[in-house]
């Protein structure tokens, strides 16, 4: 569709991508193959030379996956993407095409598990060192400035505590020093933030989570905001090898044209769910940057279009009583992951950092009571019943 980018995001959402097929498909379809044959041996040499535009090997090039990024870079309001395999797949390519042996990096101190794996006990191997600051203070992150710092690395808002940095003072900052500004753009969707719109560089997603919508997929991408930068990034992808499979381009893609419809629902049943958990006794605290009493509300209603559904929350009571919350709840999923149409629960002490030290765990912001959930898109009135009963309980 000709000048797709000037129309709403909900029109994009539906048919942003689309390559037009002489058989006139409404969806681009899945060209499962690996490689595609040249005409003639001139033909192979024309594409390999780059003389002539077409595909060639499918961790390469492959029409499904082209898309599929179409469509998210589209979204996105960036020049390209390039679907990966995992959202962690993106994260290492995104390193790997941007930094080298004796850069730096300042990375939010809150964020996703294997990201601060990926940056603490991986990178260094390879002379890439990382400081942890909580980004939602900006004197923090200039006091983790290093001589040799050259990327800015935001998620917000930040795994599991949902705390929002600022994403136009990250983006000051970066710019002063010739640093290049990263956002993990996960838990908001392009729906609900545009990090483009404030000065980031690139973009990542695990389209796991709200891209797909579905739990049905793994997958990842990175947004550039450069078209100059593409050709790098796509060599560095290819050699890396963490690219997207045709099938999994096309489940996303197909997520992608009700993306609008679902993060807006499970916003409209969050909001609901944040509010009757924010007025239970048992409860100690919730945090939903929904809610006024979020530490950053203000930054959230500046460069968010929404809360999200995201919640955290602090069970009085601590570890048995999110035991028994667990083991009570109904229609909630207990299971990691989040974003799709199904409402998850998470307790991370009894559950995924049972095996931490309680002392670790504390460094880590994660409490005894500490439970998150990923609301879905089910009846309200039933995930709140749910809740309550098992609160009963506890
Ligand atoms: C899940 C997630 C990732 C990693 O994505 P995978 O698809 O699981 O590899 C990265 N960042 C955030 C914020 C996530 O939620």
């Known amino acids: 569709m000709k000048n797709i980018r000037n129309y709403g995001i909900e029109t994009q959402c539906v048919h942003a991508g689309l390559k037009e097929t002489t058989e006139g498909a409404v969806v681009t379809p899945i060209y499962q193959t690996s490689t595609f044959k040249f005409k003639d041996a001139d033909h192979g040499a024309r594409l390999f030379k780059g003389e002539e535009d077409g595909y060639i090997y499918t961790r390469m090039r492959n029409p499904t996956v082209e898309a599929m990024e179409d469509a998210v870079a589209i979204l996105e309001g960036g020049a ?9 797949a993106a994260v290492h390519t995104l390193f790997m095409a941007t930094l080298k042996a004796g850069d730096h990096i300042i990375c939010s101190e809150s964020c996703y598990g294997a990201t601060a794996t990926l940056l603490a006990n991986v990178m260094p191997n390879f002379g890439i060192t990382t400081t942890f600051v909580d980004t939602s203070d900006i004197n923090s992150v200039k ?7 050259k990327m800015i690395y935001a998620e917000t808002p930040g795994n599991p505590t949902l705390i929002i940095s600022d994403l136009q003072e990250l983006s000051n900052v970066a710019k002063s020093i010739g640093a290049k500004f990263a956002v993990d753009n996960t838990f908001m969707s392009p729906v609900l933030q545009r990090p483009f719109e404030y000065g980031a560089d690139y973009i990542i997603h695990s389209m796991t989570k709200y891209l797909n919508g579905h739990a049905d997929v793994v997958a990842g991408i990175i947004i550039l905001k450069d078209e100059v930068e593409y050709p790098h990034f796509r060599k560095i992808l290819n050699h890396l090898g963490g690219t997207i499979d045709p099938f999994n381009s096309f489940l996303v893609h197909r997520g992608l044209k009700t993306l609008k419809l679902r993060v807006l629902q499970q916003q409209e049943n969050a909001k609901k769910v944040a509010e009757y ?11 939903y940057p929904g809610l006024p009493s979020h530490p950053q509300y203000d930054i959230a209603q500046k460069q968010m279009k929404g809360p999200g559904s ?4 602090e069970l009085k ?4 009583a999110g035991k028994i919350l667990m083991n009570n709840i109904e229609i909630f999923g207990l299971a990691v992951s989040l974003g799709g149409v199904e409402s998850l629960i998470q307790h991370p002490a009894s559950m995924t950092h049972a095996g931490m030290s309680q002392e670790a ?34």
């Open 80 to 88: 390209k993407a390039l679907g990966c395999a995992t959202g962690m």
């Open 143 to 149: 006091k983790a400035i290093q001589p040799n710092t």
């Open 277 to 287: 958990l924010n007025n239970h006794p048992k409860i100690e605290w919730v945090r």
């Open 310 to 313: 995201m919640i955290a929350f």
């Open 317 to 320: 009571g601590g570890i048995e």
């Open 361 to 394: 765990r504390l460094q880590a912001k994660i409490t005894d009571g500490l439970v998150r959930i990923s609301v879905g898109i089910e009846n309200v009135n039933d995930l709140i019943n749910a809740l309550d009963k098992a609160l009963s309980l506890v």
